[in-house]
Each structure stands twice: as C-alpha cells, then as structure tokens.
C-alpha cells in the first residue's frame, strides 16, 4: 500500500525556521516526482517545490532562496527545510508523488499527483 507520512510542522514566529518531512512507504521516492504544496484558509493548493528531471529542483518563487528540498533515498523520505518564515507562509503543507519524472514547466496542478500525504500544518506568528 502506498503511503506518504507529512510530519514537521507547527507553530513559529517571524523569521523563525521548521523542517517538514514527508516518509513514503509501498514505493521508492527516487523513482517518482516528489513534491511539496500547500493550501492556506480559503486558497488553492499550490505546487512549493518539486524534484524535476535531472536531480533539479523546482521552486515556487515567492519561497526561493529560504526553502530547501532535500531527500535520503535510504530513508525513503523527502524533506522541506524552511527558513526566514513569513506570515503569508501559514497554511497545511502537504507532501505529494507522481510516478517518474518530470519537467520544471509541469510541476502543477495538483491533480497531477497520484499519491498525497494527510497534511501538517504551519502556522506563522508574527
């Protein structure tokens, strides 16, 4: 049975930091697009960051340079490092998987995506 497990988040202030992780279980994270999206109170669910073609990286531009995608195939687990939080970050964060790869130009929409974690949630204080 495939299962994506989203752990991590929280509350935290301002300019303050939190990892997620998101564990997969039933298959090999390293032969799939991995992705991280999030869905604030009342907005859609938008594509954060996702591991392309060619071991890249994609990421949203408005978290650019203080998200961090990374994974431990060993694990199974991908990760999202996120620094310098902002009030606009607050929403659930949820880990996602496509089998294959894919290119930066189709990392959304979300219907994308075969399989889903349930969720975390962050919460940004000022």
Same mark, same amino acid.
């Given at each position: 049975e495939v299962q994506l497990q989203a752990s #991590?988040? #929280? =509350? %935290?202030?301002?300019g303050g930091s939190l990892t997620l992780s998101c564990s997969?279980? #039933?298959?090999a994270t390293d032969g799939y697009a991995m992705a991280w999206f999030r869905q604030a109170p009342g907005g859609e669910r938008e594509i954060i960051s996702c591991s392309v073609i060619?071991?890249?990286?994609? +990421?949203?531009d408005s978290v650019? #340079?203080?998200f961090t995608f990374s994974s431990d195939a060993a694990k &199974?687990?991908?990760? /999202?490092? =996120? &620094?310098? /939080?902002k009030?606009?970050?607050?929403? %659930? +964060?949820y880990c996602a998987a496509k $089998?294959?790869?894919?290119?930066?130009?189709? %990392?959304? $929409?979300a219907s994308k995506y075969d399989y889903w974690g349930q969720g975390t949630? %962050?919460?940004v204080s000022s």
């Amino acid at each position: 049975e495939v299962q994506l497990q989203a752990s #991590g988040g #929280g =509350m %935290v202030q301002a300019g303050g930091s939190l990892t997620l992780s998101c564990s997969a279980s #039933g298959f090999a994270t390293d032969g799939y697009a991995m992705a991280w999206f999030r869905q604030a109170p009342g907005g859609e669910r938008e594509i954060i960051s996702c591991s392309v073609i060619d071991d890249s990286i994609f +990421y949203k531009d408005s978290v650019r #340079g203080r998200f961090t995608f990374s994974s431990d195939a060993a694990k &199974n687990t991908v990760y /999202l490092q =996120m &620094n310098s /939080l902002k009030l606009e970050d607050t929403a %659930v +964060y949820y880990c996602a998987a496509k $089998p294959g790869v894919i290119t930066s130009t189709i %990392v959304s $929409p979300a219907s994308k995506y075969d399989y889903w974690g349930q969720g975390t949630l %962050v919460t940004v204080s000022s």
